[in-house]
């Protein structure tokens, strides 16, 4: 069985810092792209940035400038360094992977941990 594990989130004030990390274990053949999503209360999932095999990256326009993506392909991790942390950051982020395993290519997420940001 593979599973995503999230960590890092917490409560901070606003301009602080967070790094979040997840970790994919069990049995993978491949991963492909990996990312984070998050979704406040009322509000629909946002996608927050996402990472290729290759470390290429893209972000969501809100957190340009102040989110790093990076990930370990020996240790099969994604992070998300989060800096000068807003309250409309508040959220719980979810880690996704597209990755093959030997029961095929799907995508698969992690639980989700709360990133509170106090103004």
């Known amino acids: 069985q593979v599973q995503l594990v999230e960590s890092g989130g917490g409560l901070v004030q606003a301009g602080g810092s967070l790094r979040l990390s997840c970790a994919v274990s069990?049995?993978?053949?491949?991963?492909?792209?990996m990312g984070w999503y998050r979704q406040a209360p009322g509000k629909q999932r946002e996608l927050v940035a996402t990472i290729t095999r290759g470390s290429v990256t893209k972000y969501a326009d809100s957190v340009k400038g102040r989110f790093t993506i990076s990930r370990d392909n020996g240790k099969n991790t994604v992070f998300l360094q989060m800096n000068s942390l807003k309250p409309e950051d508040t959220a719980v982020y979810l880690c996704?992977?597209?990755?093959?395993?030997?029961?095929?290519?799907?995508?698969?997420w992690g639980q989700g941990t709360q990133v509170t940001v106090a103004s």
């Open positions: 069990g049995t993978i053949l491949s991963i492909y792209d």
């Open positions: 996704y992977a597209d990755l093959y395993t030997i029961s095929g290519r799907r995508d698969q």
